[in-house]
């Protein structure tokens, strides 16, 4: 990375209003890394910090209008119960609101939809959701009870590379063991704190003429400085199909990325194309089961490929 990079990155953060409870974060990760570890030294438990999510970017200070990413969380949260299945501890980084593990086979409004009143003083289960709602609750408590899910919410910009910046330290010290999984969707531009508005921007001043910064890409950062070891997929995301392979061909070498996972926006619970050095693999979702992801076989080929790392580190 050239200087002009890093003094644009370390713009960024300087120019960051300060994330908040920034200490009970570090405390909760050192814990989480350290749980199966009783003695306080680091096993050999691979850990994933999987994003997930659209982060927005705020157009004044006291928020009330923002830009959005669009994602549903859907890819971050399916992930992540594969990932616990296969053993890892998942830093599970999420947009507020989003879709979250073990939860997607339960309605939109959970608490309304599942439950129903027994009488004046009870309320139980509807017989139509019980098992989606004892499967929920049994996977859930059980992962994090097992010290395998830590979840952590953003909601801008500002807050997630932050955080991803925190989780990069504290998951450092595991070397190859750990992961990035970068499924969020994050801002390209953005509104510099000190030059944003304090106050709501009135519409009666006519229309609105905004200049907005270009977000610097963490990824070369992360990847080479933060946690120079850990094994890195990063994401590309495009609707024009025709520029998706080249895209992300240009990432894994730009950001020298171990694996770019391709996907357009219409078919991305289909289909993804693992994106190496070595070459690409097409993901499909296995059709002959109706409730069967594509993350499944995904996971399965980035754990074999994180395997392979960890034995081999200069891969
Ligand atoms: O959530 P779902 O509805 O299930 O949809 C899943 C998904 C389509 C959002 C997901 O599969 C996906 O592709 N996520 C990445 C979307 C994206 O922002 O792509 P991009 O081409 O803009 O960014 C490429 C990579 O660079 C990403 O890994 C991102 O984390 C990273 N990035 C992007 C911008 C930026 N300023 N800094 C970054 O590090």
Known sequence: MD?????EIDSFFESAPPLKDSAKITDKLNQFIQ??????????????????????????QRCVRYIDNFSSGNRGAASTEYFIKAGYKVIFLYRRGTCQPYCRSLPEDPLLECFELADDFNFQVRESHSEAVK?????????????????????????????????????RTLGPHAMFYLA??????????????????????????????????????????????????????????????????????????????????????????????????????D??????????????LLVNRHSTHIKDPST
């Open 135 to 171: 499967g929920a609750i049994r996977d859930h408590h059980a992962a994090v009870a097992d010290g395998l899910l830590l979840k952590l919410p953003f909601a801008t910009i500002f807050e997630y590379l932050q955080m991803l910046k925190i989780i990069a330290s504290a998951i």
């Open 3 to 7: 200087s002009a990079a890093f003094h």
């Open 35 to 60: 749980f199966d570890s009783p003695s306080g030294e680091v096993k050999g438990r691979r850990v994933v910090c999987v994003t997930s999510g659209g982060t927005t970017v705020p157009l004044e």
């Open 287 to 300: 059709k002959t089961w109706a409730g069967s992801d594509v993350e499944d076989p995904l996971i399965e």
């Open 184 to 285: 969020a969707a994050v801002s390209d531009f953005y509104v510099p704190w000190k030059s944003m508005v304090e106050h709501k921007i009135q519409s009666a001043s006519g229309p609105l003429d905004m200049r907005l910064m270009q977000v610097p890409k963490m990824l070369s950062v992360l990847r080479t400085e933060w946690t120079p070891k850990a094994f890195c997929i990063s994401f590309k995301l495009e609707t024009d199909s025709k520029i998706l392979l080249e895209k992300a061909i240009m990432a894994l070498k730009k950001y020298k990325m171990h694996a770019v996972v391709a996907n357009e926006l219409l078919t991305r619970k289909e289909v993804v194309t693992v994106v190496t050095d070595n070459g690409n693999i097409s993901v499909h979702r």
